[in-house]
């Protein structure tokens, strides 16, 4: 996963994001994806309203289908930190 920002932004493209219902950090080994409910995707550091970390090897898993967000945090490979509702809502722009 190379360049994240733009994976995940590939993989919202034509998703309505608002469904989030706030911000969320995912913070992935080294690299920062910061999404907005209003479609903006970016590297940003900001504050958000879901913070989720993830190593890169379970968050391919998830990404290709091969696991499941809640699989991964129930596993505690996945972390969230803020509003868990809207954790639930991500597999909006980070499924197949």
């Known amino acids: 996963m190379d360049n ?3 994976v ?3 993989n919202a ?3 309505d994001l608002s469904v989030l219902g706030g911000t969320v950090k995912l913070v992935v080994d ?7 409910p209003e479609g903006e995707i970016s590297g940003s550091d900001d504050d958000a309203d879901c913070t989720m970390t993830i190593d890169s ?5 998830i990404m290709n289908g091969t696991t499941s967000g809640q699989a991964a945090f129930m596993t ?3 972390k969230v930190a803020g509003d ?3 954790a639930l809502k ?5 499924g197949n």
């Open 13 to 15: 493209e034509g998703k």
């Open 4 to 6: 994240l920002v733009e």
């Open 57 to 61: 090897e379970t968050m391919q898993a």
């Open 8 to 10: 995940i932004t590939q």
């Open 90 to 94: 991500t597999q909006a722009f980070l």
């Open 76 to 78: 505690g490979k996945l």
């Open 84 to 86: 868990m509702s809207i």
């Open 30 to 36: 080294d690299q920062i994806v910061f999404v907005t």
